[in-house]
């Protein structure tokens, strides 16, 4: 087996893109009401995070979550395949997986479709731009 060879551009680009999606998924302009509303917590306390951590680690995993998608896409993957991969993954292992913690958590069904639907956008967005840029 060859060892794989990544794009460090199209990697970063894509934990960029992650990360981005975030900040304005779980923003007031769509869905840091309800999502604030579902997890129980009140403006106050989400303000009283200590962001810079959140942030960070954040950012950390956007990057991790890209080299992973990378290494599962290979070096000849295409756009179409790289969106493709990602919509899967979001879908069939991540969603899914946050659909059965959700479950035993008790969380409701609106809280797993903001919180997977983040998910499903952004690895749909990471496969796209790493699958262009291989």
Partial sequence: MDAP???LFA?????LVTF???GLWYSPILFARPWMRECGLTEEQARSAPMGRVFGLSALAALVM???LAAFLGAKATLSFGLFAGAAT???WVAMSLGVIYLFEQ???KL???DSGYQVVSYTLMGGILGAWH
């Fill in 107 to 109: 969380r409701s069904l």
């Fill in 20 to 22: 981005a999606v975030g």
């Fill in 5 to 7: 060879h990544f794009n």
């Fill in 11 to 15: 990697i970063v680009t894509a934990a």
């Fill in 112 to 114: 797993w479709l903001i």
């Fill in 90 to 92: 979001g879908i069939g």
């Fill in 66 to 68: 890209s080299v992973n």
